[in-house]
């Protein structure tokens, strides 16, 4: 006779137990900012109460404990999906993470960056509109609006690639100019980004902060705008829902490595 379970979703028709879900890792970059790791474990917290019967994890590249090599580690062979809280591809996602996944006992998924992705815009546009963005803005003010979409900056060309195309995905939303802008390793800087926008008749811009968390880099880029800047990304629901939607998608591959 078959028997319902008091957790569902780990017990067939049948009484045969379904494999657990591989633990979900969430990959920080660290931070010295104690605003960051607050909002690191505020996210967990959501994805948490979303998934209630999902393991959840966090490591660290660097600067905060756990440090991702020593969460992995807890795990011992355990299934894990390792999802980068970063926003394109870069260094960190295609060579640090991977290598720290591969030299841990665990068998381990890599998740895509979150972005590009609408989540990221749904969030972009939110920030804006808590800053003072107008979303009904007649044709003569749109003609002299535009934003800024701050991010901290890769030498990696394909984390550029991956900006440019949020910035295109937050135009279509906002029915403005969007021009990627970064606070190191690449060009243009946003006051440049500034600068040209006005040239061209721009006169209200805005600065889209496309950063996780509060830090350095988001205060240094919100400070050059003319008009209004939005907050970070930060614990906006959408976020805790594309960490979501990314372990789901790796979670539907092979595992990709193992020690």
């Excluded at 019967?53 to 355990?78: K, M, R």
């Excluded at 394909?158 to 995905?169: G, K, M, N, P």
């Excluded at 243009?188 to 040209?196: C, D, F, K, L």
């Excluded at 830090?215 to 919100?222: D, E, I, N, V, Y």
Aim: net charge neutral; aromatic share 4%; charged share 20%.
């Amino acid at each position: 006779m078959n028997r319902i379970s008091s957790q569902p979703g780990l017990v067939s028709l049948d009484d045969r137990r379904r494999p657990e879900p591989p633990a979900l890792v969430l990959v920080a970059h660290g931070s010295r900012d104690p605003r960051t790791l607050a909002t690191v474990h505020d996210l967990l917290d959501q994805v948490r109460d979303r998934r209630p019967d999902l393991p959840v994890h966090l490591g660290h590249i660097e600067l905060n404990e756990p440090l991702l090599p020593d969460t992995l580690a807890s795990l011992g062979t355990a299934d894990a999906v390792l999802v980068p809280l970063l926003l394109s591809r870069g260094y960190h996602v295609k060579r640090d993470i991977p290598d720290m996944a591969a030299a841990s006992p665990a068998r381990t998924r890599v998740a895509a960056p979150l972005g590009p992705h609408p989540l990221l815009v749904d969030t972009l546009h939110a920030r804006l509109v808590e800053a003072g963005w107008h979303t009904g803005t007649d044709e003569e003010t749109r003609r002299e609006s535009a934003v800024v979409l701050a991010s901290a900056g890769s030498r990696d060309p394909e984390s550029a690639i991956d900006t440019r195309r949020t910035a295109q995905l937050l135009a279509e939303r906002l029915g403005v100019p969007v021009v990627p802008a970064y606070a190191s390793a690449a060009t243009p800087t946003v006051e440049t980004a500034i600068r040209a926008l006005t040239a061209r008749g721009r006169h209200k811009v805005a600065v889209a902060s496309y950063f996780t968390a509060p830090g350095l880099f988001a205060r240094q880029c919100a400070e050059k705008a003319p008009w209004i800047a939005s907050a970070p990304l930060g614990t906006h629901p959408a976020m805790a829902d594309l960490i979501l939607h990314r372990y789901d998608q790796a979670s539907a591959t092979q595992v990709t490595s193992a020690a």
